[in-house]
């Protein structure tokens, strides 16, 4: 079965570039989530999606930041313009509805290497 | 104060030795609690969730302690391929956010 698939693996672009990230989640998942990772901070998360629905967006770092999940099946995180310290690995995760017990797993995709000049 | 509270380590442990992880969290409000493994330059994957009773996969035995708040990983017997970055995870009720640690890094040598 086809997991959360992200594109690109890698990007390296000069600053003041606008960047796109893409991803498309698991067939039938209801959850989208967007995350950030870096050394320092770890692991957070930007924003997520019901059903195409942005939920939270209280994550999202700034104006210059952006999502979308048009339909079911592709979501993609903009950034205009980059700058440098937005260099982190970036990742999309799934998961199905949580349930009462919100014991679903997220399955994150192999996640995009962003390098800002 | 961070949400989810790891020790970073590294912890650099033996082939064969026993190995325990603990985490806190700070919110009371917190239902769902997992462990998720990172393998270096990977993708976060579900390790196991952690039930209030306690339970166990194989090597893996995973607690809860809401009093205390805080929640264990032990690995036991353990493998060079457990050699990875255990994150430590916690849901608050009543959304469907997960809050991640920042990880505790595993070394396990021959």
């Known amino acids: 079965d086809a997991g959360v698939i992200q594109s690109p693996r890698h990007e390296v672009t000069e600053m003041g570039q606008e960047v796109t990230l893409r991803c498309k989640p698991i067939s039938g998942h209801d959850y989208l989530f967007w995350y950030r990772q870096t050394m320092m901070r770890g692991l957070e998360l930007l924003i997520y999606?019901?059903?195409?629905?942005?939920?939270?967006d209280s994550g999202m770092p700034e104006d210059r930041f952006s999502a979308k999940m048009p339909n079911a099946s592709f979501s993609t995180l903009k950034i205009q313009p980059s700058e440098p310290r937005d260099s982190a690995v970036y990742f999309c995760?799934?998961?199905?509805?949580?349930?009462?017990?919100?014991?679903?797993?997220?399955?994150f995709g192999d996640g995009t290497r962003l390098s800002i000049l | 104060r961070k949400e989810v509270e790891q020790d970073p380590g590294p912890f650099n442990v033996p082939e064969g030795a026993t190995v325990a992880f603990n985490c806190t969290y700070s919110?009371?409000?917190?239902?769902?609690f997992f462990w998720y493994r990172q393998d270096c330059r990977k993708e976060p994957k579900l390790l196991m969730s952690v039930y209030s009773s306690g339970n166990e996969d194989g090597r893996f035995t995973a607690q809860l302690n809401r009093a205390s708040q805080y929640i264990s990983l032990l690995i036991r017997d353990s493998k060079l391929s457990d050699s990875a970055t255990y994150l430590c995870?916690?849901?608050?009720?009543?959304?469907?956010?997960?809050?991640f640690g920042t990880g505790t890094r595993l070394q396990v040598f021959p």
């Open positions: 999606f019901n059903n195409n629905v942005p939920i939270d």
């Open positions: 995760a799934s998961s199905l509805v949580s349930g009462a017990a919100g014991k679903q797993p997220q399955h």
């Open positions: 919110n009371s409000a917190s239902q769902s």
């Open positions: 995870v916690v849901r608050q009720l009543g959304t469907d956010k997960l809050i």
